[in-house]
């Protein structure tokens, strides 16, 4: 148990001040450098952990702590861990998540929003923070006409701050473009990581399907959209570089296959991928376990298995190691090695969420596309 | 009025330029080079609105580009130099990186005092070696161009060195911004102002100091893809002499390792590493430092000193 706990309980059970007192005087959850303790204060029948760390139970039961209504647990974490939680209260049979009240940290995705948990040593990187010194880019709309598709859909782009028509600037497609800007603050980082001359000024186009779960997981008519409806507009209406060096793909779990689907179809229109948690599911022996949506990712990512050939120049692919899909993104790396594609492969001490995607785009981003601070000094 | 420099930091975000402009005095038109800007040359709007003064932007980027686009040899000629320049540049940094590291161990490790200093000292004569002779590469490189360069007959670069060196001449101060210092560089050269500029008042910051020193140093400690070593690019135009210039180091220089600033100040001894960061300022006039304000010069134990008036 934690030592400012134990401390609390020295005397016996504690008063309501000094319950009070020990609440509103630290930060919680407790974090030490290699462990973490949860805290909670309610009447309840039971309290869990619910947690997304892969290899780990998803729940594990708090201790209520004698003659209060605290509950606490303490797990394991090694330094610079990151993970998402809520609380299960099972109250009367009652079962109900409930975010972590202590814990003003939190992170959102299109469920909702979850309490997150920051090991030692973890520390948000200051690129993903606004910065009243970058030079902010602007967010257009654009409309196409998809007959792949049948009907209308909408893209966003972004582009930089000075952008200029008389220019040419490479381009990134984002997969779940509008979900990487709320969650991820991408506009943020692309406006940070652009002031600091990192990467080159650049356009991005981001997109969103109404239907991911379908078109994201090896669907053609994906591929065909970007290939050859999204791209050729985008070459129509923006300035942009003529070279596959200097188009990208980016997206994270069913974004990460659509984008690696769309480069099988289109080998080396797009030089750079970026990939992130890409759900990459394979059965080597017998049938995948996964459901039904993935039997066409399964089918796919199988077929590259068996015929791998090169997709683009450079792929960065990342991965939370508290995510089951680390399994395939390992096995995924020698193989696209082996085609002589050059592969920089990050995984981090967090798991399949928003923020860890974040986290990591200042790594994928530089090495895609490196900018010239080395050249530059304004 | 003898020549004089003015050496400014980044110019955001808070721009003093206009206070090096009343330091200098003005007498006659002002002409800025933002070569270094490459795309964007020329679009010296805010630069007007904080000096309040009329400022013709040279554009020498651009008037490069036409000249390479109307003289196929000469372009031919500048891409082969390009070329040669970028491959002596991946030699240099095949042998600076272990050198370097060699040096790094050295300074790091613990012994007899007395032994390790001669063998520190002895390592970072090497990295110093090594960029003198990366240098020497350079500038003969640059030797060769400009002797095969003479031999060619080009009439619309010299009609247009000729008008460019016509505004110099006529301007009674001269502005060099920042940007790629690499490409301003090559333009400075390429309409051959090193001479001219030497006896004019100018006020460069950033890339636009660099160009002006003996020996251009780029350098980043905090780069995304992991620890890169400073390397020496080239020679300057060898107006300011003995100082290293590094502008943003407040940013770009690794503060917290006494260590590895001992070491990049020590490597390029005898001259000495002056930072330039937002608000910085030193002024030099016939060769003499005659003022300095919040520019620091890093020390030979990795410490940061005011810049010091003489």
Redesign the interface.
Known sequence: MNALIEKLFRDGPPQAAEIEAFINGNTFPLVEPDHVTFVFRSLADEVLLRRWISGLSTSQPMQSLEGTDLWALTMDLPRKSRFEYKFEIVHNGARELQLDGLNKVQANDPFGANSVCQGYGYKRPDWTLHDPESRTGSLAELAIDSQVFEGRRDVQVYLPARFKRSRNYPLLIVHDGPDYLHYADLKTVLDNLIHRLEIPAMCVALTQSPDRLVEYTGDPRHARFIGEELLPLLTEKLPLIDRSNARGLMGASLGGVACLHAASVYPKLFGQLLLQSGSFAFSDLGQHQKGPIFDPVVRFVNGYRKKPFVLADKIYMSCGIYESLIYENRSLVPLLQKQGMQINFEEARDAHNWENWRDRLRNGLTWLFPGPLWMVYE | MAAQQVLLG????VANVRRAVEAVGCEGPVVVITA?WR??EGEIDELQDELGIPVEDLMLYHRAEDIYLREPKLRELKSERQDKLRELQRLYRMRLKPTLSAARDLCRTTGDPELLRLEQNEAILQVRELDQHHLRRIVACHQDYDARRKSMEIPTASAEHERVHKQVKNAGLVLIA?????VLLNRLRMFRLGGLLAQKTVIAW??GA?ALSDRIV?F?HH???GK?DAEVLDAGLGIVNGKVLL??AKQRLSWNSSKRLSLFSRRFAPASCCTLDNGSMIHIRAGKQVKASNSFVITHDGRRLALAAP
Do not use: E, K
């Open positions: 980044p110019q955001t975000p270094g795309d964007s920042g940007g790629h210092v690499a950033s890339a660099m780029l980043h780069a995304p893809q890169v502008p943003g």
